[in-house]
């Protein structure tokens, strides 16, 4: 959004609206989508030197489980203060500030809850859902005799 100077008053605040397109603001990611716009509304209020912007952001978005890739849908709404300083410009352009303040909440890793077990490495099955049975197959691998010495050298000596 760009907030055109000329346009506001000094100590008038003046509500504002907008939509987004997610993609056009290049926030998809391989496990996040945006099922619906993103909304903006807001409040701009022009002081002396400064602007101060404030507002919210909602859209439904879609995660994908990092561990289980399970689809998770839930509302976004994140709320922000801005402020800019206003000396010898004609407008303020908040579209990059705006896109940060989505971005800063997107977790690195999204998991769908905290005890998700995760895909089997061997089958591929989601464990949350089913036990696959190849709980023994994993216990037979390369690094089951390496865990064997790292718990013996755990073991007190007598």
Known sequence: ?????RDYKEGVPVEVKQTYEAKS?????IDLHYLKPLEM???????????AFRGSLTSQVEHLCGRCL?????GLEE????????ADKEEIDTL???REVVLLDHPISFVCSETCKGLCPH?????NEKKCGCESVL???VFADLKKILQNKKKPKL
């Open 1 to 5: 959004m760009k907030i055109l100077l």
């Open 25 to 29: 603001l290049d926030l998809e990611f």
């Open 41 to 51: 509304t807001g409040v701009v209020e022009k002081g002396i030197d400064t602007v």
């Open 70 to 74: 399970k689809k998770v849908t839930a």
């Open 79 to 86: 709320s922000f203060e801005l402020y800019y300083e206003t």
């Open 96 to 98: 990059d500030d705006l």
């Open 123 to 127: 089958c591929g099955s989601n464990r």
């Open 139 to 141: 216990k037979n691998n």
